[in-house]
């Protein structure tokens, strides 16, 4: 029965310490956010270019490029942990918040709702970094 126990408790041990090591911190979530936000905006970027008409506005293609960019920036920035982190996760928000608006006003477009929504959630993350959470 000791041995039991013993068993249990070692099992519980390692399943909380591999919890704990699973953990990301924000800067990690947010590295996370600007790589998937930077290849959605290009794929974005690139399906505008196809479809053209209003989709090839520049107010909409600035838009994409300066997110992505932005985003491209600001995970070089979190992943050599340079003190400037802070400053480009704030403009990266802007250029995130920004984008999600260009493409929200394409209301029934797959693409371009999935760039949205994607913006936001980056700038949701990237707040958190840019006030040092």
Do not use: W
Not at 6 to 35: D, F, M, R, Y
Not at 39 to 54: A, F, L
Not at 70 to 87: I, P, Q, Y
Not at 93 to 122: L, T
Request: glycine share 6%.
């Amino acid at each position: 029965m000791k041995q039991l126990f013993l068993c249990l408790g070692l099992a519980l041990c390692l399943c909380v310490h591999a919890q704990l090591s699973l953990a990301q911190t924000t800067p990690e979530i947010a590295k996370g956010n600007c790589k998937s936000c930077a290849e959605i905006c290009q794929q974005t970027v690139d399906y505008c270019n196809k479809k053209r008409g209003k989709y090839g506005e520049d107010s909409l293609t600035n838009s994409l490029k300066d997110c992505l960019n932005a985003c491209k920036m600001t995970e070089d920035f979190l992943v050599r942990g340079s003190k400037l982190s802070s400053s480009s996760a704030a403009l990266c928000v802007k250029a995130c918040q920004e984008c999600a608006k260009s493409c929200d006003k394409f209301p029934n477009d797959a693409q371009m709702a999935k760039c949205a929504n994607e913006c936001r959630k980056s700038a949701g993350n990237l707040s958190k970094v840019k006030n040092g959470e």
